[in-house]
T-cell receptor, first 116, second 114 residues
């Protein structure tokens, strides 16, 4: 039962163009969302997050959009650079309190390749 | 800089062996996590701990146990390794239970069970 889904296993983009990575979720209790980036032979690193009280969060070239009614979020990278080539994971958490705090549910990941 | 280290990058074990994966963080974080990463399944939470000697099951705890005797160290134990536990294992830590805190990951241990 995959509560966070990234339906595109891979995405290929030309340098300088926009990369759009998508993520869907099914659990309506999720209200905080994150994107992590992972290079080969390294652990994932945090990229950007968004709370459900917002519909957009921007950090430099990275913007995350949240559509709560559609249970959908997307990560936009503009302009894309070859160094952005990595696996991108979407993650979500719910405000259930107690010992559930800090627990994340991850998607399957999308491999982004940015061609020079 | 937060540093999360894992005892081995690569490990090969035989079916039925007891396997210990060690994780150490150096930033006095309260929370620690063990995930496994498999193609097409992403990262799945095995166990986590929010304090010394405290542990909580994640989404796929079967076949695993954990130990947290010291704040900086979180161990994952495979009591009797099986081939379906061949995977990449990732340890992470975060400052405390505030879910907005970033999780910092180690480089991972690639475990192969023959």
């Amino acid at each position: 039962d995959q509560q966070v889904k990234q339906n595109s296993p891979s995405l290929s983009v030309q340098e300088g163009r926009i990369s759009i990575l998508n993520c869907d979720y099914t659990n309506s209790m999720f209200d905080y969302f994150l994107w992590y980036k992972k290079y080969p032979a390294e652990g994932p690193t945090f990229l950007i997050s968004i709370s459900s009280i917002k519909d957009k969060n921007e950090d430099g070239r990275f913007t995350v959009f949240l559509n709560k009614s559609a249970k959908h979020l997307s990560l936009h990278i503009v302009p894309s650079q070859p160094g952005d080539s990595a696996v991108y994971f979407c993650a979500a958490s719910s405000n259930t309190g107690g010992t559930s705090y800090g627990k994340l549910t991850f998607g399957q990941g999308t491999i982004l390749t940015v061609h020079p | 800089d937060v540093k999360v280290t894992q005892s081995s990058r690569y490990l090969v074990k035989r079916t039925g062996e007891k396997v210990f994966l060690e994780c150490v963080q150096d930033m006095d974080h309260e929370n620690m996590f063990w995930y496994r990463q498999d193609p097409g399944l992403g990262l799945r939470l095995i166990y986590f701990s929010y304090d010394v000697k405290m542990k909580e099951k994640g989404d796929i705890p079967e076949g695993y146990s954990v130990s947290r005797e010291k704040k900086e160290r979180f161990s994952l134990i495979l009591e009797s390794a099986s081939t379906n536990q061949t995977s990449m294992y990732l340890c992470a830590s975060s400052l405390n239970r505030d879910r907005t805190n970033e999780q910092f990951f180690g480089p991972g241990t690639r475990l192969t069970v023959l």
